[in-house]
């Protein structure tokens, strides 16, 4: 009788066992199938118009080779290092006020009450402080461009256009425009 209990009670065991088993596979296969559907999701999504302006990216100028194509003259040349210069003092500049006004914010971020408008403030003093360095670099590309003959200003503009295009097509406009959003 205890053997007819044994055999029972190890048949009992091994069904428990497989329906625990079969429980396990059949979570593991629902979770593997919910985890395709979700990451094939984007697949089925509505894509975009054909006709939407989409950024793209594109590599900034190599402003040495330009600076070899443009073949400037010693007068050129000069203006083309000043306008350099002069750009790259702006950017030095806009870095370290960036860098300075992230390191407020980071200690504003840690009060219980954000001051939204010392936030604005910093902001605006950092503007102003690289308003005049900016507009010294525009001012000397400008001469630079000024001066250079029209075979010149063709290379330029070609070198500059890929840029500026992408500044035109650039996704700022609202995603919707009936909503705004």
Excluded: C
Aim: net charge neutral.
């Amino acid at each position: 009788m205890s053997q007819l209990n044994a055999s029972a009670n190890a048949r009992t065991a091994r069904k428990a066992q497989r329906s625990g088993l079969l429980l396990k596979l059949s979570a593991a296969t629902v979770v593997t199938a919910l985890s395709l559907g979700l990451g094939s999701a984007p697949v089925y999504a509505q894509a975009s118009p054909m006709n939407e302006d989409i950024a793209i990216h594109v590599p900034p100028v190599n402003m040495r080779v330009l600076h070899d194509q443009l073949n400037l003259t010693p007068d050129q040349e000069v203006q083309w290092q000043s306008a350099l210069q002069a750009m790259q003092q702006s950017h030095a500049s806009e870095r370290m006020d960036a860098d300075q006004m992230q390191a407020r914010m980071q200690t504003m971020l840690q009060q219980p009450v954000l001051d939204l408008s010392a936030l604005h403030a910093i902001h605006k003093q950092a503007e102003q402080q690289d308003a005049p360095l900016a507009d010294q670099s525009a001012k000397a590309w400008l001469r630079l461009y000024s001066g250079l003959t029209d075979q010149q200003k063709k290379t330029f503009s070609d070198a500059m256009r890929p840029q500026f295009e992408n500044i035109a097509h650039h996704p700022v406009r609202p995603y919707d425009p009936r909503t705004g959003l």
